[in-house]
């Protein structure tokens, strides 16, 4: 379980909701924050 959690913070801390979200606004895809923002597209995706 403590393994799961581990890898949960690591995932959690590379794929921020910051980050994500300027690499969004950066490559174009997000020019604006819509209902669905990048971060929770992308961990959507991963899980």
Known sequence: ???KNNEL???TEVLN???INDIG???GFCHRERIVKPYE???????
């Open 1 to 3: 379980m403590h393994d």
């Open 9 to 11: 913070n690591k995932i």
């Open 17 to 19: 909701e910051f980050n």
């Open 25 to 27: 606004k950066r490559c």
């Open 41 to 47: 597209l992308v961990m959507a995706l991963v899980t």
